[in-house]
């Protein structure tokens, strides 16, 4: 084969895969906008593929793709159904994950990955107001929404303010109910930053997303009613399936 012809066989196949990750991201923007709820069916194979230009090959890729992500599902001789659109997650002073899930429609979950007690690093004694070296709880965990995964997390606790909070993270999985254990009764957001990651292996693997699929990495920290902080998280949301408003008043 000349080198012009292999040329145009490798630009071919680029452009077959831009199409269907394409067409990929234009149905996740109406799961976003909520055009279609949980349940609905999308439209057939054909009329996607007229509404995008492309044939039905293109189309059935890039369904495929969503359904692997767990967004669409599909049954035999009845069509492609809706399985989930995004979670909104509101992000301000008062961040519940239960309250801000069971607002949205959706069934809570959290699942304990590990609870560790180390050191502090010079970095997250620094977050934390604490000397280098004191006592850390760190608690790894996923949550989850309708039982899909939607966040993976790690907070880090300053133990030797929280005497007894990996035990109450244990018992409770829930912070907001540990924190109360361990003598704070209420706790507010102090900053919060986002940016945009990839997912690496290990992460993909605990969302049931593709490797370099696209996350929000959200890192924040909390503090008492005198203004102490009580924990610092880092938190990596599915892409598609976490929407995050910021605001005051939530």
Known sequence: MSATGELGKLESASAKTALWKAIAASLKEDLAEHRY???DKLPTEAALADRFGVNRHTVRH???GLVEEGLLRTRRGAGVFVTATPTDYPIGKRVRFHQNLLASG???EKRILSV???AATV????RLALEPGKALTVYHGL???DGLPIALFSSHFPAVRLPGIARALQEETSVTKALAQCGVEDYTRASTRISARS???TQALHLQVTQGAPLIYSTSLNVDEAGVPVEFGMTWFSGDRVTLT???GH
């Not at 970095?123 to 620094?126: G, I, K, V």
Request: zero cysteines.
């Open 246 to 248: 910021v605001g005051e």
């Open 116 to 118: 560790e007690e180390r």
């Open 143 to 145: 949550s989850l929404a």
């Open 199 to 201: 997912a690496n292996a």
């Open 37 to 39: 709820a949980p349940g």
């Open 106 to 108: 959706r069934a809570p």
């Open 62 to 64: 890039a369904i495929k």
């Open 123 to 126: 970095e997250e004694a620094d």
